[in-house]
């Protein structure tokens, strides 16, 4: 696709930009895009209290299964910065906590101190699963295509998250819209990702589907905060 690949910290290489990320930017408000974020830190608690270890971590309450809780973490090495970190219970003894790749590591920290000597387990699966990108006007229609979930927004909202099928492959499904663009990442076995990634693009082709890099992604989410 013609993509630049940079350096992105962290040992990861992402492309950067496929056709520039102004124009990158202009389709995800119009039609649909697909990025790459499987560089954000992506960990697992498993165990009878997975659910109270990670609310006395991320300092918020992780509630309902398939309901996600924002936290704003303050950054340890930068007093200006802060982390957001997201937290959903997938199942009673099961949580799935994600933050951006600056964050990793203070994060992983403060969910290995809060599970401190219990039987609840900490696992790091950031390099073993992908996370992708799906944003725009059209991305409910793209996902129904290729999804048996009902993501329309009155059945699906923002701040929902559900394990299920995505192009035949078990993933986890979370809403996560960009003000007032439907945006939703879809994290699933690394081995999968281009699997994954190649049949959204498939699928989205008379949606006008477009691949976005890290730049474009990244300043589309910074202009779309509230």
């Known amino acids: ?17 496929f056709a520039g990320h102004d124009a990158e930017m202009r389709i995800a408000r119009r039609a649909v895009v ?3 974020d499987t560089p954000r830190g992506k960990f697992r608690l498993q ?4 659910q109270q270890q990670a609310s006395d971590a ?13 936290a704003r973490v303050a950054d340890r090495e930068d007093a200006d910065r802060i982390l957001q970190v997201e937290g959903v219970l997938l199942r009673p003894d099961l949580c799935h906590v994600g933050c951006e790749m600056d964050g990793q590591t203070q994060v992983l920290e403060v969910l290995t101190q809060s599970v ?3 039987d ?3 696992t790091d699966v950031t390099h073993g699963r992908f996370e992708l990108r799906v944003v725009g006007p059209a991305a409910p229609v793209l996902l129904s295509k290729v999804c048996g979930l009902d993501v329309d927004s009155r059945a699906f909202p923002s701040g929902t998250a559900m394990q299920a099928s995505v192009a035949k492959m078990a993933q986890l499904v979370i809403r996560s819209d960009l003000g007032e663009l439907p945006a939703y990442r879809l ?5 999968l990702g281009a699997y994954v990634w190649d049949t959204l693009m498939e ?3 008379e949606l006008g589907v477009e691949p976005i890099g890290a730049q474009g992604l990244g300043m589309l989410t910074e202009t779309t905060k509230p």
């Open 1 to 17: 696709m013609g993509a630049t690949i940079v350096e992105a910290g962290h040992g990861w290489r992402v492309p950067d930009s």
């Open 34 to 36: 697909i990025g790459d």
């Open 47 to 50: 165990g009878d209290g997975a």
């Open 58 to 70: 991320l300092g918020v309450a992780v509630t309902g299964t398939g309901v996600v809780c924002e």
């Open 116 to 118: 401190g000597d219990s």
């Open 120 to 122: 609840t387990t900490v």
């Open 187 to 191: 994290v699933g076995g690394r081995a």
């Open 203 to 205: 699928a989205g082709q």
